[in-house]
């Protein structure tokens, strides 16, 4: 350990790393893949709209540094969607260094008429279930070659909603509210955990982002609607960008973050602190 390279090359290279991102065509997704991308690594990237994977393909090659940009068509809403997107992947490549389960979905209703299969069956089936698949789905590949100073890595993107009870605000309409994301995205926080004890001693970390307002189509609403005062709410005085969600990203994928696992980590610019102080 005294001669390991504690360079900025060396500490935080992703070079040649295989990644797969879900939910990689729009928004976060979009960003962590682009950031893999643009450092080097071999990036494929899975959601359900075809036209928008090409679109994301396209524009992702035009800063990536290798050719090994890919997209895969997966619908990751059950088990059956997430093992058919593992086995397109499995067809294409042996192993897995990163696995990024992005793929997330909010609905927005009324208290009082919540409605039970789009507003809660979907959106756990999509924002907790498939992180369970997706990961226990491609263990065997992410295991493969991992070390305790090299190991493969799960990101998932939880959401600073999953710390902040508040379900009615800016990102839904009047009335509404998003009662289902909260409580979705708080388990995955948890599941975070315990997949982070089960994968640990097979040199596999996982880890949580949990961002707060970054533009993205979830959030689109929000910020048509009252852009203003979302921004207002930032003490930064900005919203997240792709370079901070992309460099949180590559700093858990990298050698830097070899010894960190099971973690939350909010990405806000300060804001839920701020919100806080407020009340």
């Known amino acids: ?31 962590i893949a682009t950031g893999f991308a643009r450092n080097g690594a071999t990036v494929y990237i899975a959601a359900r709209k075809e036209a928008q994977l090409k679109e994301a393909v396209e524009e992702i090659k035009k800063v990536a540094t290798t050719e090994g940009v890919h997209y895969i068509p997966a619908n990751v809403s059950s088990k059956a969607g997430c093992d058919a997107l593992i086995a397109k992947f499995k067809k294409r490549e042996s192993n897995l260094h990163v696995l990024v389960n992005n793929s997330g979905i909010t609905w927005g209703g009324p208290f009082n008429d919540f409605p039970e299969e789009k507003g809660w069956d979907n959106v756990f089936n999509v924002n907790v279930k498939s992180i369970f698949y997706m990961t226990a789905g491609l263990s065997d590949y992410l295991v493969k070659g991992s070390t305790s100073t090299d190991p493969a890595r799960v990101i998932n993107i939880s959401s ?10 800016p990102l839904s309409d009047a009335g509404n509210g998003t009662w289902s994301y909260q409580s979705s995205k708080a ?32 959030t689109a609403y929000g910020f048509r609607t009252s852009g203003d005062k979302m921004v207002a709410g930032q003490p930064m005085g900005r919203v997240g960008s792709p370079g901070d ?10 050698p830097a973050s070899a010894h960190i696992t099971g973690q939350h980590i909010i990405t806000d610019g300060g804001a839920r602190l701020f919100r806080t102080a407020k009340m």
């Open 1 to 31: 350990m005294s001669g390991q390279d504690l360079s900025v090359p060396s500490l935080f290279n992703v070079k040649g790393k295989i990644v797969l991102v879900t939910g990689g065509s729009v928004g976060i997704g979009k960003m």
């Open 160 to 169: 600073t909603a999953s710390v902040d009870p508040h379900s009615e605000g």
């Open 187 to 218: 388990a995955v926080n948890h599941l975070t955990s315990q997949l982070a004890v089960k994968l640990a001693p097979s040199f596999v970390t996982v880890n949580a982002i949990l961002p707060g307002v970054y533009p993205s189509k979830m």
């Open 245 to 254: 969600m992309a460099g949180l990203a590559l700093f858990l994928a990298s």
